[in-house]
């Protein structure tokens, strides 16, 4: 199992540009989320998807779309990227039951010039 | 919402010595309390939780301990080794509301000298 994947791992944008980050999870889990990562902040949750076909906001969501494609797949859209979105975007993953513990991808680190 | 707040931001201790982290959080209903790992540009990694039906969890050299009252709990590493070095985040959590969203404390960077 390739557990939690991200693509890309980096990127570089402009002022303006748009993208969108992949997230993929091969555990068959339900719930899956999106967090950025910035120094002295910890990890602020963006969205988040309870379960295929749900997505909610979460603490920080402005200037950010989400996808929940099927179960495995949940991506990060940023439609007009700026500068204060320079950071490190983790994805995490759950199962729903008795575990409560969350997965996390490798991190995409992120550049708006 | 919930409000995690996280001490001391830096902890630097010999090899060998404890290290200590505490946290509180805001929300009386946060019921799970997560303690994350995060190695230099690796992805954060759970090492320990507890849920609130307890008041202490350890493992090995790992323990964390709660205090439902005071709306506290900590992380505690006993002989540290250098591999130890790392940022800690706590995080809290309400169990089975719905996609049980976790909020993150800032984090504590150790540094363990060997």
């Known amino acids: 199992n390739a557990g939690v994947t991200q693509t890309p791992k980096f990127q570089v944008l402009k002022t303006g540009q748009s993208m969108t980050l992949q997230c993929a999870q091969d555990m068959n889990h339900n719930s899956m989320y999106w967090y950025r990562q910035d120094p002295g902040m910890g990890l602020r949750l963006i969205y988040y998807s309870a379960s295929e076909g749900t997505t909610d906001k979460g603490e920080v969501p402005n200037g950010y779309n989400v996808s929940r494609l099927n179960k495995r797949e949940f991506s990060l859209r940023l439609e007009s990227a700026a500068p204060s979105q320079t950071s490190v975007y983790f994805c995490?993953?759950?199962?729903?039951?008795?575990?409560?513990?969350?997965?996390f991808g490798p991190g995409t680190r992120l550049t708006v010039l | 919402g919930e409000n995690v707040e996280q001490h001391p931001s830096t902890l630097s201790v010999q090899e060998g010595d404890s290290a200590v982290i505490k946290c509180t959080y805001s929300d009386s209903a946060s019921n799970y309390f997560p303690w994350y790992k995060q190695e230099l540009g690796k992805r954060p990694q759970l090492i320990i939780d507890?849920?609130?039906?307890?008041g202490e969890k350890k493992d090995q050299r790992i323990a964390v301990t709660l205090n439902k009252t005071a709306k506290h709990f900590s992380l505690h590493i006993t002989e540290t080794q250098p591999e130890d070095s790392a940022v800690y985040f706590c995080a809290a959590s309400r169990r089975g509301d719905g996609a049980n969203n976790l909020f993150f404390g800032t984090g504590t960077r150790l540094t363990v000298i060997p």
């Open positions: 995490a993953s759950r199962t729903s039951g008795g575990s409560d513990t969350q997965y």
């Open positions: 507890i849920r609130s039906n307890v």
